[in-house]
C-alpha cells in the first residue's frame, strides 16, 4: 500500500481493480485547522486507455499495481505505430502513437534504458528513463554573451519536440531533457 503523500508521476497503482499510472499529481494544502491536504491526480488506466480524475487524503493509500517491468529497445517508427523488441525473448511488438501519448516526443530508434510493463503476458505500457539526449535542430541564433541571463528561446529537437533552452545555445547541441516535465536540464556531455 502507498500513502498519497508518497505518489509519484508514472507510478503504477491499482484503481477500481484497474492498474493506471499516474500522470500528474496537485496537491491542496488546506487553509484552516485540522482540515486535510487533497492529493488529486490525473491517472491514465493502462487497459482501456480511459483517463481519471481521483482525490485522496494523504492517510489514504492505494495498492501498487502488481506488474512485470522487461527492457525492450525501441527499434523504428512508422506513421502507425512504434515497434519494440524485448531485450530478453527478442519478441517485437508494436504501440500506437496514440497509445503513447506524450512518451512519443522523446522516442528516438535504438533508444537504452525502456522499460515495458507487462501484465498477464500482455504489454500494457512503456516506460522511459527520466532522462534523454537529444540535439537542437531548429533555433533562433545564439548570442555570445548572454550565458548569464536567465532568458530561454524556443528549440526544436530531433524528435520534433519544442523546448525552452537558454538564449545562448545554437542548433546541433546536444541538450538534456526531463521526460517527466519535457523541461530543458543542460547540455549533455
Known amino acids: 500500500m502507498v500513502p498519497a503523500k508518497d505518489f509519484k508521476r508514472r507510478m503504477v497503482v491499482e484503481i477500481d481493480g484497474a492498474p493506471h499510472m499516474i500522470e500528474h499529481i496537485q496537491v491542496q494544502t488546506p487553509s484552516a485547522r485540522g482540515a486535510a491536504t487533497l492529493y488529486k491526480i490525473k491517472a491514465r488506466n493502462l487497459k482501456t486507455k480511459s483517463r481519471v480524475e481521483k ?3 494523504g492517510t489514504d493509500s492505494l495498492t501498487e499495481s502488481s506488474f512485470e517491468r522487461r527492457p525492450v529497445q525501441f527499434l523504428y517508427r512508422d506513421p502507425e505505430a512504434f515497434h519494440f523488441m524485448d531485450s530478453a ?9 496514440e497509445d503513447l501519448g506524450d512518451q512519443a516526443s522523446f522516442m ?6 525502456v522499460d515495458s510493463l507487462v501484465v498477464d503476458d500482455e504489454v500494457i505500457a512503456i516506460e522511459l528513463p527520466d532522462t534523454v539526449d537529444l540535439a537542437i535542430i531548429e533555433t533562433a541564433p545564439g ?9 530561454t528561446k524556443p528549440a526544436k529537437l530531433t524528435t520534433g519536440i ?6 545562448h545555445l545554437d542548433s546541433g547541441v546536444v541538450v538534456r531533457v526531463d521526460t517527466r516535465t519535457g523541461e530543458y536540464l543542460g547540455r549533455a556531455n
Open 55 to 57: 482525490s485522496y487524503r
Open 89 to 97: 525473448s527478442y519478441n517485437q511488438f508494436s504501440i500506437t502513437v
Open 108 to 113: 528516438t530508434e535504438n533508444m537504452d534504458g
Open 143 to 151: 548570442v555570445r554573451g548572454n550565458s548569464a541571463t536567465g532568458r
Open 162 to 167: 519544442s523546448v525552452q533552452v537558454p538564449e
